[in-house]
C-alpha cells in the first residue's frame, strides 16, 4: 500500500509501506529517474543525430558489404562474416534514408553483386566491380564493411582503413573511427592507412571499416547480438555527419 502527499506545487512525497515498514521516496526523483530511462529506451543515436543529419540529405553513399557467395569471410563458431556484415549494411541503408541520403549497396543478397554479376573466387575483378558500381552511381562516399579475424584471440575493436595517400579518405576514416571509439568502447585504435584495391579503384572518399574481431570471444558475442549491430550502423552512421560537418577527429595512427 501507499500514501502520496502533496509538497508544494512541484510534487509530491511517496510514502511505500513495504512489510510494515515505510520507504520515502522523493517523488519528483523517481519520475526523472523513470523519464530517463522511458527517453534512453524511446530514442536512438540517430534520432538525437536528426538536427545535424541534413548534412547527408541527397548524398548517395555507397555501402558495399564485404565477401558473399562462395567466399563467407571470416568464421568463428556459427558467426559468418558475410552474413554479419550484410545485416550492418542494411541498418546503415535505413538510417540513411531516414535522413534523407540515397544509399546504394553493392549487394543486397548473399551472391549477386548490384550489377547482376555473381560473386566469384575471383576477388580481384569482383573487388573492381564493387568499387565500379559505386563510380557508376557518382557515389560522394564509398564504404565497405568488414569484419576481421586474427589467430591470437586477444585483439578486439571496430577499426577504419583509408587508402594510403587519400586526403579525403584518411579524414572519413578519422571521423568514423572517433565515433566507434566514442560509442563502441572500450576501444582505443585509430584510423590506419593501406593499400587496397577496392579503395584505389573507387573515385571518391573510401574507406574499409573492419566492425570487430570474430577471433575474440567477447568481441563475436557482441557481434552474435542484433541490438549491438545496430549500435555499429548507428557509429558509421554518426561518423558520416562528423565528416560532413568538418568536426574535428584523433588523428590517425602513423
Given at each position: 500500500?501507499?500514501?502520496?502527499?502533496?509538497?508544494?506545487?512541484?510534487?509530491?512525497v511517496v510514502f511505500i509501506t513495504l512489510h510494515r515498514r515505510q520507504v520515502y521516496?522523493?517523488?519528483?526523483?523517481?519520475?526523472?529517474?523513470?523519464?530517463?530511462?522511458?527517453?534512453?529506451?524511446?530514442?536512438?543515436?540517430?534520432?538525437?543525430?536528426?538536427?545535424?543529419?541534413?548534412?547527408?540529405?541527397?548524398?548517395?553513399?555507397?555501402?558495399?558489404?564485404?565477401?558473399?557467395?562462395?567466399?563467407?569471410?571470416?568464421?568463428?563458431?556459427?558467426?559468418?562474416?558475410?552474413?554479419?556484415?550484410?545485416?550492418?549494411?542494411?541498418?546503415?541503408?535505413?538510417?540513411?534514408?531516414?535522413?534523407?541520403?540515397?544509399?546504394?549497396?553493392?549487394?543486397?543478397?548473399?551472391?549477386?553483386?548490384?550489377?547482376?554479376?555473381?560473386?566469384?573466387?575471383?576477388?580481384?575483378?569482383?573487388?573492381?566491380?564493387?568499387?565500379?558500381?559505386?563510380?557508376?552511381?557518382?557515389?560522394?562516399?564509398?564504404?565497405?564493411?568488414?569484419?576481421?579475424?586474427?589467430?591470437?584471440?586477444?585483439?578486439?575493436?571496430?577499426?577504419?582503413?583509408?587508402?594510403?595517400?587519400?586526403?579525403?579518405?584518411?579524414?572519413?576514416?578519422?571521423?568514423?573511427?572517433?565515433?566507434?571509439?566514442?560509442?563502441?568502447?572500450?576501444?582505443?585504435?585509430?584510423?590506419?592507412?593501406?593499400?587496397?584495391?577496392?579503395?584505389?579503384?573507387?573515385?571518391?572518399?573510401?574507406?574499409?571499416?573492419?566492425?570487430?574481431?570474430?577471433?575474440?570471444?567477447?568481441?563475436?558475442?557482441?557481434?552474435?547480438?542484433?541490438?549491438?549491430?545496430?549500435?555499429?550502423?548507428?557509429?558509421?552512421?554518426?561518423?558520416?555527419?562528423?565528416?560532413?560537418?568538418?568536426?574535428?577527429?584523433?588523428?590517425?595512427?602513423?
Amino acid at each position: 500500500m501507499k500514501r502520496v502527499l502533496p509538497v508544494g506545487r512541484h510534487g509530491c512525497v511517496v510514502f511505500i509501506t513495504l512489510h510494515r515498514r515505510q520507504v520515502y521516496l522523493p517523488f519528483l526523483l523517481t519520475l526523472a529517474i523513470a523519464s530517463v530511462y522511458a527517453l534512453s529506451r524511446q530514442y536512438s543515436v540517430p534520432a538525437m543525430l536528426v538536427a545535424q543529419a541534413d548534412v547527408l540529405q541527397k548524398r548517395v553513399i555507397a555501402v558495399d558489404p564485404g565477401h558473399g557467395g562462395p567466399d563467407p569471410g571470416a568464421r568463428r563458431g556459427g558467426l559468418v562474416e558475410k552474413e554479419l556484415v550484410l545485416d550492418i549494411a542494411f541498418r546503415l541503408e535505413k538510417l540513411l534514408k531516414e535522413a534523407g541520403a540515397e544509399p546504394l549497396l553493392t549487394r543486397r543478397t548473399d551472391d549477386e553483386l548490384a550489377d547482376g554479376h555473381q560473386i566469384t573466387t575471383d576477388k580481384g575483378d569482383e573487388l573492381s566491380r564493387r568499387a565500379e558500381i559505386a563510380n557508376r552511381a557518382n557515389a560522394q562516399i564509398f564504404l565497405s564493411v568488414h569484419a576481421n579475424a586474427f589467430p591470437e584471440e586477444r585483439w578486439f575493436g571496430a577499426q577504419v582503413f583509408y587508402q594510403r595517400g587519400s586526403v579525403e579518405g584518411k579524414r572519413l576514416a578519422e571521423a568514423i573511427q572517433a565515433e566507434l571509439v566514442r560509442l563502441l568502447p572500450p576501444n582505443r585504435r585509430r584510423a590506419l592507412a593501406g593499400d587496397f584495391r577496392v579503395l584505389r579503384e573507387a573515385k571518391m572518399p573510401a574507406v574499409i571499416v573492419e566492425v570487430g574481431f570474430l577471433s575474440n570471444p567477447q568481441e563475436a558475442a557482441r557481434l552474435a547480438d542484433p541490438g549491438y549491430r545496430q549500435r555499429l550502423a548507428e557509429a558509421i552512421f554518426s561518423g558520416l555527419i562528423r565528416y560532413y560537418r568538418g568536426l574535428p577527429s584523433p588523428p590517425a595512427a602513423s
